[in-house]
């Protein structure tokens, strides 16, 4: 597949015989089109590979069960973490309960 400028004017013209057989007979072989869909078709497909490709990076985190986790009295910690982001360095409270990250809570510090 090509990729070919419209023209808007008709006085294009080939100078010989034979390159314009050629061209015609390239024209008529190879698909063409032109610049706004070659973009939006482009952008679709790497669009969908992204996609694709997050779809197995979810995964649900398991507890291992224990007889904490059976009586309801779990182990429940707050670690104070800090987000990578970006360098200005906001704060979270992560709970975490037998081992799993189960919620966050934003840190607010007064100024």
């Given amino acids: 597949m090509s990729l070919t400028r419209k023209s808007t004017s008709a006085s294009s013209r080939v100078p010989s015989q034979l390159i314009g057989s050629l061209s015609r007979g390239l024209r008529s072989a190879v698909p063409t089109m032109d610049r706004r869909t070659f973009l939006k078709r482009s952008g679709i497909g ?13 995964q649900k985190a398991n507890a291992a069960e224990t007889k904490a986790m059976l009586d ?11 987000c990578t982001h970006c360098s200005v360095g906001c704060a979270f409270d992560a709970t975490v309960e037998n081992g799993v990250w189960v919620r966050q809570d934003p840190v607010s510090v007064p100024h």
């Avoid at 790497?46 to 979810?58: D, E, F, H, K, R």
């Avoid at 309801?72 to 973490?81: A, D, L, N, P």
């Fill in 46 to 58: 790497v669009g969908a590979g992204i996609a694709a490709t997050q779809l197995n990076m979810l």
């Fill in 72 to 82: 309801g009295k779990g182990k429940i910690e707050v670690k104070r973490t800090v």
